[in-house]
């Protein structure tokens, strides 16, 4: 399961409302940003994250609006005494753009084949278009194994068994030897695709193939398709199409211009084409 | 008459009801910040400042909290098309810092001699003592000649004679010749005095002499006297302390620490000294 908090919904410029794009995504404890824009650890404060626990942030593209943010959070952590290890993965030129950190951060360089393991569950990159190497992410929990309780009960296991037959794949019960495979199933793990800032596209599609969550960024209205196709950003619309075609089972818009106080026209446009739409809030949390 | 607004009262590490260090004064249309610490756009939309009008940044030092939320700022201005000259004026070193920004921008670095003039008022640097070229800036209205109205009209002064007997110093009326400085008096003008971070110091005293409004840095309480001196900042007594030898009309304490949720004692130490003390908080406004 994924924790997934709303830190920053606005595109480039913010608002009153909506501050600039940053998204918490919590897991066991630690806390991965994708983007920081300026205003993101006080967004933290104001909602409740700890940005002590912030292990990785994952930039999609080098526009300020996405990491500026983060040399003001990096410069509180340092303040609170942090030691633990920030890694920050970026695009090509983080390296340059983030210049000495503090000694406890990492800028790593990453490219469209990225993939990171935490244990548990993987973060990827994907290339999205927007601006030169821009990247969405991905953050998949591995497949569980889980018992088939009834089965596996009338079978004889019970109490350590069940964490014996886990380690050893079977297990000698009585006079019969029990496979893990006849008594547990694979269970699949969650799966999130944040786009960042892009134009509709096919990468977006295939990272987020029956994903459960996909964040997708829908700057503008269909009333602006122009405009956003210029800008290589997306509509809501555009970004529905993708989820539906995608298989995905939930989309969150987000990265909004701040001309729509009232998003109603972004739901809408979303909705006729993918029913299980919501819009983005500052402070907005859900969990996957 | 100045009219100020404090965007962000917070010391290094912002809180959920305070931002980092910026504080706007507008005179005729014009704004003119003080720091520029992460947020400060946003703080100016949450309280009604225009970033587009803003005409000069003053930096006071070179610490991030300080200056970090220019970059954001410009970069919207930029968005919105900005043309006019923006400058920066900050300590040496603040062109490396600020690099090739938009071609609007132009950074000067100052020292503490530094003065500039804006036509009505001037703006000067102090130097304080905190890090390395540290400054406070002190904003001045130049002396203005008003009409002692009644002798003046009973000397048969009227209508557009006004503004000849300005323009030449003298204007005959009837047989007489009058002599301007026989109908008017010079009014002083309004002064207002910012310190940035700073032990308390001469150097804010001279500068603060008999100011309309101090606004002094007041990280920490009395009990935390020792910090503030290691850490170059001061305590709200001391702030009160050059207040009151200083002549100021009025003291705003700003830069509060974070542990300070209550500010009470912070301005009940300080108006034990100085009694015309307030503490800022984020979005007050005052005129001057």
Same mark, same amino acid.
């Given at each position: 399961m994924f924790e997934i908090?709303?830190?920053?919904?606005?595109?480039?410029? =913010?608002? #009153?409302?909506?501050g600039l794009?940053? %998204?918490?995504?919590?897991?066991?404890?630690? #806390?991965f940003l994708l983007d920081c824009g300026e205003g993101t650890q006080r967004q933290m404060m104001r909602f409740g994250v700890s940005y002590m626990r912030v292990k990785a942030i994952f930039i999609t593209h080098l526009h300020l609006d996405h990491f500026l943010g983060a040399f003001g959070m990096i410069e509180t952590m340092a303040l609170?005494?942090?030691?633990?290890?920030?890694?920050?993965?970026?695009?090509?030129?983080?390296?340059?753009t983030f210049g000495r950190p503090k000694e406890f951060v990492e800028v790593l360089e990453i490219d469209g084949r990225f993939s990171v393991d935490f244990g548990g569950f993987s973060v990827s990159a994907f =290339?999205?278009?927007h601006s030169r190497d821009s990247f969405g992410f991905s953050?998949?929990?591995?497949?569980?194994?889980?018992?088939?309780?009834?089965?596996?009960?009338?079978?004889?296991?019970?109490g =350590?068994?069940?964490?014996? %037959?886990?380690?050893?794949?079977?297990?000698? #019960?009585?006079?019969?030897? %029990?496979?893990?495979?006849?008594?547990?199933?694979?269970? =699949?793990?969650?799966k999130i695709a944040y786009?960042?800032?892009?134009?509709?596209?096919?990468?977006?599609?295939?990272?987020?193939?029956?994903?459960?969550?996909?964040i997708h960024e829908a700057t503008f209205a269909d009333e602006k398709k122009g405009e956003a196709a210029e800008a290589k950003h997306s509509t809501a619309s555009q970004a529905a199409?993708?989820?539906?075609?995608?298989? #995905?089972?939930?989309? +969150?818009?987000?990265? +909004?211009?701040?001309?729509?106080?009232?998003?109603?026209? +972004?739901?809408?446009?979303?909705?006729? %084409?993918?029913?299980?739409?919501?819009?983005?809030?500052?402070?907005?949390r859900l969990e996957v």
């Amino acid at each position: 399961m994924f924790e997934i908090t709303f830190l920053g919904t606005s595109c480039a410029v =913010p608002t #009153v409302q909506r501050g600039l794009s940053a %998204i918490a995504v919590r897991k066991e404890g630690d #806390v991965f940003l994708l983007d920081c824009g300026e205003g993101t650890q006080r967004q933290m404060m104001r909602f409740g994250v700890s940005y002590m626990r912030v292990k990785a942030i994952f930039i999609t593209h080098l526009h300020l609006d996405h990491f500026l943010g983060a040399f003001g959070m990096i410069e509180t952590m340092a303040l609170n005494g942090r030691m633990e290890k920030l890694t920050i993965y970026g695009p090509p030129g983080s390296k340059a753009t983030f210049g000495r950190p503090k000694e406890f951060v990492e800028v790593l360089e990453i490219d469209g084949r990225f993939s990171v393991d935490f244990g548990g569950f993987s973060v990827s990159a994907f =290339p999205v278009k927007h601006s030169r190497d821009s990247f969405g992410f991905s953050f998949e929990e591995k497949e569980k194994r889980r018992f088939y309780e009834e089965k596996a009960k009338s079978l004889g296991l019970k109490g =350590p068994m069940f964490s014996e %037959i886990m380690a050893n794949g079977k297990l000698k #019960v009585g006079k019969k030897t %029990i496979k893990l495979a006849d008594v547990t199933y694979a269970s =699949p793990g969650k799966k999130i695709a944040y786009t960042g800032d892009t134009l509709p596209c096919a990468e977006t599609f295939r990272a987020a193939k029956n994903a459960d969550l996909l964040i997708h960024e829908a700057t503008f209205a269909d009333e602006k398709k122009g405009e956003a196709a210029e800008a290589k950003h997306s509509t809501a619309s555009q970004a529905a199409d993708i989820a539906k075609k995608a298989g #995905v089972k939930k989309l +969150l818009l987000t990265h +909004l211009s701040g001309r729509y106080k009232d998003t109603k026209i +972004l739901l809408e446009e979303a909705k006729a %084409i993918f029913e299980n739409t919501l819009v983005a809030e500052d402070g907005m949390r859900l969990e996957v």
